[in-house]
Structures are given as structure tokens and as C-alpha cells.
């Protein structure tokens, strides 16, 4: 599989082509999270992960990948992922796939969070399928496997295709950095063993889209992360 970098435009948007897919990440919200719109590449039938708000910005691109969505998916139930997923899948007739259970918790503050925040009232997320570790999400011909990786979040999930070498992490980790532990049902230690043990024996070679922030491999963050990389870990 080879991954080739088509743009970067002036608001952020990136695309990557892939041999069974092509990847637009829209940054939204206040928190410029990365929402990414993943579509098949033989039947252009797509998912939206971790829609958390600017609905009109992520329809736009829709339409101009000409695409259908099929789903909804969501990593984490923290409101800049999916503030606006309710709202979105009664908008489109789809369902939404995701997190993981023990997310149930982030998606009940949801309303108090969006006040604290100042995002606009949206509808409930309610998801149609909770996902596990083990799981598989399907879209056209898209495999997508899930690994549960606790540790920002109890249930976070990450969406890994293995036929393009490619992930959408969340925040789990990113370029330079790891998600956050210091919230509430955030712990550090979970979110260093999943990163070791569900992300690294994937294969260096892994591109990933991270919750926030530029596209990275999961080699380039073994050699350089400074919270994850081999000699950070080998040295604890």
C-alpha cells in the first residue's frame, strides 16, 4: 500500500488516497478536531468519524466527494468528537456505531458540557451498536477492526483498516503527544498500555489520523514521541 498526499488547502482540510479508500480530515468545533470522512473507493459509500460539530462544513465536503454516507462513527464520548452526531444521523437517516460502553457516562454530560462550552443544543447521541474490542465496521467493500484503548476515555475505541495500514486514533495519541489523562475517568497508565499494546504491534508503518492535529506513522512516534517512543519507554 502506498500513501499519497493529494492537498492541504487553506482551511485545513487533508486528503489521503488509499488503495481501498479515500480520507478527508475537516477540522471543527473550537478545538479544531480532526472529524474524518472515509469513503470507499469502489462504491464511494462512506462514514463520517467523530462529528462534533460545524454540520454544514462536514455536509459540504459530502457533497463535493460525492459521497453517501452509510454510518456514523465515534471513537470517544467527549462533546468536540461527537457533540453533533444525533443531530447528523436524524439528519442523514443513518445510525451511529460506537464508542465503546463505558463511554455511556461522557455521552449523559453531553448537555451540561455543551452549555459549559458554548456549543449549540443538539439532539441526543444515541448509538445504534456499541463497539468492542474485536469488532469489525464495514462500509462498501471498507473493513475497519476495532481496538478498544482505554485511557483518555474508559471507552474509547480506534478503527483500524488492515488492508491500507491506516488508523483513526482519536485521542489515544498524536503527532508528538498522547491524549489527555488528567479529565475525569482519564488514566495514564491504561492509555501508555493500549498505545503499546493495541497501536505499536500494528507495524510502524501505520499512518494515523489523530483527534487533533497533523496526520503521523506509529514508527515516526516510536522513534520520536516524547511520551512513547522506545528509548521514553525502555528508560521507565
Known sequence: MTTEKLNYSSTNNRDLKLSSMAVRIIPVTLFAQNCTLLICAASRSAVIIDPGGDLPRILEQVSA???????ILLTHGHLDHCSAAGTLAAQLGVPIEGPHRDELAWLEQLDAQRVYYGFPKEAPVLPSRWLADGDTVCFGAVKLDVYHCPGHTPGHVVFYSEADR????GDVLFAGAIGRTDLPLGNHADLIRSICEKLWPLGDGVTFVPGHGRISTFGAERAHNPYVSDEVLAAR
Do not use: D, G, L, N
Open 65 to 71: 466527494c460525492y459521497a453517501t454516507v452509510e454510518k
Open 166 to 169: 491506516f488508523a483513526v486514533v
